[in-house]
């Protein structure tokens, strides 16, 4: 069972356990509530305490956090494991790999990998909490909540930085405002178009090049830099098709996969503040090896 701990400064003597938890800790209603269920759920210098008692300056908070009922099934998997503590841990998912499991992918997912490596590591019942998924044939880092209170604490406050592939030729910088809906007649394809949701997307050219294919069609490509403002489904996936300039290998989106078997698209860097600690965390890794083949070289 996993355990949080908070020290409430002088500053805060007197100050209700719940206002403690909720305005100076970050702590979500909802757990809260979890844990007046749960038997020294919360506790102060080792003392079960309710909710509604008073705390004084000195006083360590316990939660004993429980553990997760339904947690992903474990399959031992190929794991690249970039950074880990108690709290979260950040993942190098290779491409063609989903992150969930689905109906046609039940025990070939992140999720699986994942959770056989917190089994091995004595933390069997840990949710696989994914702060940015990725789509499956995506690769690059993710990031993951081993505690509810971590995840609440991260969501909408990661920075990340792609990198994509894609067909024609940029140069300079630029930003792409355009609205993104659901394709008609389709489920999961989207496109740009009236009665969109805001989709905003920068972008900076980084490399223009030109590969020739096996059957001698030439491809001029251009690797870019891009940072999104929203995050939309296939969010840069359909804004540079809009622009006629699709990701090479994206075939759902028109980009050929005569040069790559998948979307050209990587998330190489990502920054945010550490969930318990405060810290700044930033992790950076290069292209996989196949973009950085089509590039010639790897520039990151």
């Known amino acids: 069972m996993p355990v949080l701990d908070f020290s409430v400064p002088p500053e805060n003597d007197g100050i209700s356990v719940y206002n403690f938890l909720r305005a100076k800790c970050g702590v979500s209603y909802r757990l809260i509530k979890k844990l007046k269920r749960v038997p020294m759920g919360i ?73 056989a490596h917190l089994m091995q590591n004595g933390e069997p019942n840990a949710a696989f909490r994914v702060i940015n998924r990725l789509d499956r044939d995506t ?45 008609e007649g389709h489920g999961i394809q989207r496109e740009v178009g009236e009665g969109g949701v805001r989709a905003v997307t920068h972008w900076q050219a980084l490399k223009n090049f030109t590969v020739t294919a096996p059957d001698e069609k030439r491809y001029e490509l251009t690797l870019l830099k891009i940072h999104l403002e929203t995050g939309r489904t ?29 979307q050209a698209l990587h998330c190489g860097q990502l920054d945010f503040r550490h969930p318990i600690t405060g810290d700044k965390m930033h992790f950076a890794i290069p292209l996989p090896e196949d973009m950085a083949v089509l590039c010639g070289e790897n520039p990151l």
């Open 139 to 183: 690769s690059g880092l993710v990031l993951t909540a081993k505690n509810s209170h971590a995840a609440s604490l991260l969501h909408g406050h990661t920075d990340k930085v792609y990198y994509a592939i894609c067909q024609g030729t940029l140069t300079g910088n630029g930003t792409i405002d355009a609205p993104i809906r659901i394709m």
């Open 43 to 115: 506790t102060a210098n080792g003392i079960h305490i309710r909710t509604i008692d008073p705390l004084h300056g000195g006083d360590v908070v316990r939660l004993h956090i429980p553990d997760d009922e339904n947690p992903t099934a474990p399959v031992e998997l190929p794991i690249d494991i970039i950074y880990e503590d108690a709290h979260i841990a950040v993942l190098n998912k290779p491409p063609h790999m989903p992150v969930h499991p689905a109906r046609e992918h039940v025990a070939d997912t992140l999720a699986n990998a994942f959770s």
């Open 234 to 262: 296939h969010q840069i996936r359909v804004h540079f098709t809009s622009l006629g300039m699709p990701l090479a290998g994206d075939d759902m989106y028109g980009g050929s996969r005569d040069l790559i078997a998948r």
